[in-house]
C-alpha cells in the first residue's frame, strides 16, 4: 500500500484547519443572523435596532436561502421529489433554531458580544456540518445514484466512468468506461469498456469512439454477451455521463438483455 505523503497529510490539515476557522463560523453567523445581527445593534451606543419590513425579510431571508443552498448540496443523491430540498431546508433551520436557543441560554448573560456570536455561529455551523453529513450517508443508505445540478441519474444506453469490479474477485474494482445496461436500487448493471485488443474474441465487440470519447483516438472493446457487472452507484465517478453509447452497438446490447 502506497504510503500517504506528508503533502496530502498536509493538505488535509489545512483544509480541517479552514473548515473549523472559516467555513463553519461563516455558514454559522449566516445561519444566526436573526439572532446575532439583532444582538449586535443593542449594543451599540445609542442600542439600535432592526426597523420595517424590508430589513426583517433581509435578516430572514438570508438564512433561509442558505439553508436551501445546502440542503440542495447535501442532496447529491436522487431521493425524492422536487419538495425534498424545500423540506430539508425547512428541517436544517428548526435544527439551527434549537441548537441557538441551547446556546443563548448557555452564554447569553455573557458582557461581551464577540464571545456569544461565536458561540451561536459555531453552534448553526457545526448543526450545519452535521446535516449535510447525515442527510449524504442517508441517500446514500438508500441506494440512489449521485447527483447535482444540472446532471441525471446513470441511465441505459449510456457511457459512465466507475469503479468496475474484477470478474474473478468481485471484491476489487478497477476504473474503466462502462456501458449502463439497467439500473436498479443501490447498483446499475454494466458492460465493462476495455483498450485492450479483443478482436476475433465473441464475448466483446469494437465500439466506436463517436459521441463519448473525443480526446484519446485509442480503439476500444466492450464485453458483449457476458453476464452483466454490478456497479454500485457510489462507485460511478464523475456526475455525469460520458456520453451515449452508440446506436449499433447498443442495439446489439440491447437484443442480449432481452
Known sequence: MARRSDT????FGCAGLLLVLFVLPTVGYLLAVPLALPDLLAEQSPPQQLQGFGQYLVVYAIPTVVALLLALFASRRRAGGWWLVPARAVALLALVAAALWWTEGQVGDHPVWNVRAMAESMAAGLVALAFVVAVRRWD??????????????????????????LREDPARQLRHYCVVLAVHPGHAEVAQITTKDKDGRADHIRIPNEGWDKASGRAHWVEFGRTPRLVDYGMFLKSRPQGRCPAPVWRQLSRQLG
Do not use: D, F, N, Y
Open 140 to 165: 446514500a443508505s438508500r441506494g440512489g445514484p449521485r447527483v447535482a445540478v444540472g446532471t441525471h441519474r446513470p441511465a441505459p444506453g449510456e457511457i459512465w466512468l466507475a469503479m468496475v469490479p
Open 8 to 11: 496530502s497529510c498536509a493538505g
